[in-house]
């Protein structure tokens, strides 16, 4: 019924102008911030926090996480780390800057109804509707307005000819965002620098936004969410249709000097690019009825040094009543593993790792990690190898700058993270572990492509 429904939907949503040559893709310019002063301040707010813009999860998890204790989501503050993505929306256009987030579907942006007393936004911070020719808001008894998440009890009179489609959209920590389902022309450069308007982009033009996630320092200044996941309104699935079904990024170490330009791009990259097309590395996407818009992947095992460790592959197996499985998310900092395969992790790890700890009460004592080592005056320091064997017989070997990290000068530490096994909860694979790899979500194919050497091609 459900699926029927959205397939009804998701025709009523396909795009008239299917002109667009599929050489073609949008390339989007990914900024970097981290919202404290320090990295290890950042990094302890980080470990608050679970997955920073998961919608909310279905029913298991919510029923289990008012029952278990989990310190990870205690006082979630959050937003450190994140990448953003500047987009231009409305005629004439507004920058803005929004989180880019395969861990959520609906885009949205802060907005006003200000007509002339809009001096107390400061440009950018606020999407000015009625500074735009283009901007129309949905009726809420459209096709299109049954596929965001609804105020209870929701005011929609369908009799009613400007009765306007309200959205509610709950994130995992319960911050929310809320406002009306509008649509609006956006404005993108594509690869070969060729700027395109896209009309009838489906968005969140939020009025009220709330939580830790979402206001004050911890959102970093950004005036809203684009969401990337798997769902019919993600921005991923609405620009799909033009330009592809896949959408690719590289997020390159931003601790770097100067730090060097990552890219959201839109379309087929990879497949524009045939000769490069043995470099990649393929890993099946999976869905998890019960949380679609999430990027599942398999992990089958893992090694460290070389070494397959002795992990019962049932931990990370996604059950029927869809808890557990491993997620790949681009807004979230760190690497969460479930907890019997963390421990066996940890320990190769301490087994392998050559260098001095740190004296103890140190800040590394405090920053909530499990492993932390003094480099200070080791010349080339050797970390242990991790690598993770993921569905499809692929391998996934990131170099150690994408698992230790600095936290005050000299002091490095392992930023993985356990997850309560019982807690039904998953695994995540965070955007920190992703950097210098050039990730391909093809949803076409459902599969994930990864590659070390790919950064270049984009
Ligand atoms: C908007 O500006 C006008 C003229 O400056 C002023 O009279 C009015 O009170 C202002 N309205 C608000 C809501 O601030
Ligand atoms: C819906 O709007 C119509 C026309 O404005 C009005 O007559 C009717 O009472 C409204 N219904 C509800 C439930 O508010
Ligand atoms: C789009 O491309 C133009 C011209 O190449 C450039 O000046 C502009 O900064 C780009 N805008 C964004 C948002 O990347
Ligand atoms: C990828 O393709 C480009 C252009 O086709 C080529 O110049 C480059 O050498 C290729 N890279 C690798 C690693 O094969
Ligand atoms: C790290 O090692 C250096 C050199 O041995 C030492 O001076 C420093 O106090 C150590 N720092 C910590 C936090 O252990």
């Known amino acids: 019924m459900v699926s029927l429904s959205l397939l009804f939907h998701l025709l009523l949503l396909a795009f008239v102008d299917l002109s667009t040559s599929t050489t073609e893709y949008l390339k989007l310019p990914l900024l970097h911030k981290t919202p404290f002063p320090t990295p290890l301040q950042s990094l302890s707010s980080d470990l608050q926090r679970l997955s920073l813009l998961h919608h909310s999860h279905h029913r298991h998890q919510n029923h289990r996480r008012t029952s278990s204790k989990s310190p990870l989501m205690s006082g979630?503050?959050?937003?450190?780390?994140?990448?953003?993505?500047?987009?231009?929306?409305?005629?004439?256009?507004?920058?803005?800057?929004?989180?880019?987030?395969?861990?959520?579907?609906?885009?949205?942006?802060?907005?006003?109804?200000?007509?002339t007393n809009c001096s107390i936004h400061p440009p950018g911070s606020t999407f000015l509707a009625r500074h735009s020719t283009t901007f129309s808001p949905t009726h809420c008894f459209s096709s299109?307005?049954?596929?965001?998440?609804?105020?209870?009890?929701?005011?929609?009179?369908?009799?009613?000819?400007?009765?306007?489609?309200?959205?509610?959209?709950?994130?995992?920590?319960?911050?929310?965002?809320?406002?009306?389902?509008?649509?609006?022309?956006?404005?993108?450069?594509?690869?070969?620098g060729r700027e395109m308007k896209l009309k009838s982009i489906a968005f969140g033009c939020g009025f009220h936004a709330s939580g830790p996630s979402l206001i004050g320092s911890s959102f970093n200044g950004a005036s809203g969410v684009m969401g990337l996941g798997r769902g019919p309104i993600s921005f991923a699935s609405q620009l799909g249709r033009r330009f592809g079904r896949s959408f690719s990024y590289c997020l390159l170490d931003y601790t770097l000097s100067p730090p060097p330009t990552s890219y959201l791009m839109i379309g087929d990259v990879v497949s524009t690019k045939k000769d490069n097309k043995s470099m990649m590395s393929f890993t099946p996407l999976l869905i998890n009825p019960e949380a679609p818009t999430f990027y599942y992947i398999s992990i089958k095992g893992v090694f460290?040094?070389?070494?397959?460790?002795?992990?019962?592959?049932?931990?990370?197996?996604?059950?029927?009543?869809?808890?557990?499985?491993?997620?790949?998310?681009?807004?979230?900092?760190?690497?969460?593993?479930?907890?019997?395969?963390?421990?066996?992790?940890?320990?190769?790890?301490?087994?392998?790792?050559?260098?001095?700890?740190?004296?103890?009460?140190?800040?590394?004592?405090?920053?909530?990690?499990?492993?932390?080592?003094?480099?200070?005056?080791?010349?080339?320091?050797?970390f242990p190898r991790l690598s993770l064997e993921l569905g499809g017989e692929s391998l996934y070997s990131p170099p150690p700058r994408n698992y230790f990290i600095d936290i005050s000068e000299g002091?490095?530490?392992?930023?993985?993270?356990?997850?309560?096994?019982?807690?039904?909860?998953?695994?995540?694979?965070?955007?920190?572990?992703?950097?210098?790899?050039?990730?391909?979500?093809?949803?076409?194919?459902?599969?994930?492509?990864?590659?070390?050497?790919?950064?270049?091609?984009?």
Request: proline share 6%; net charge positive; with cysteine.
């Open 76 to 115: 979630a503050s959050s937003g450190s780390g994140q990448y953003f993505v500047s987009i231009r929306l409305g005629s004439p256009p507004q920058t803005l800057l929004l989180v880019a987030d395969t861990g959520s579907d609906l885009t949205w942006v802060r907005c006003s109804a200000c007509k």
């Open 144 to 192: 299109l307005c049954q596929l965001v998440p609804q105020p209870n009890p929701n005011p929609c009179n369908h009799t009613r000819l400007h009765s306007t489609c309200r959205y509610e959209y709950v994130y995992s920590d319960g911050s929310k965002t809320s406002g009306f389902f509008s649509k609006e022309t956006t404005t993108l450069n594509t690869s070969s």
């Open 304 to 382: 460290v040094d070389g070494v397959k460790l002795h992990i019962d592959p049932s931990v990370w197996s996604l059950d029927e009543l869809g808890n557990g499985g491993t997620v790949i998310d681009s807004g979230t900092t760190l690497t969460f593993l479930t907890e019997p395969a963390y421990r066996e992790i940890l320990s190769a790890f301490k087994r392998e790792v050559k260098l001095p700890s740190p004296t103890p009460g140190g800040a590394s004592t405090q920053s909530g990690f499990d492993l932390c080592v003094n480099v200070t005056g080791v010349s080339r320091p050797r």
């Open 411 to 458: 002091i490095k530490c392992l930023a993985i993270q356990p997850v309560e096994a019982e807690s039904g909860r998953f695994s995540v694979i965070g955007n920190l572990m992703q950097q210098g790899f050039l990730l391909e979500f093809d949803r076409g194919k459902s599969r994930l492509g990864f590659s070390r050497r790919g950064c270049a091609v984009s």
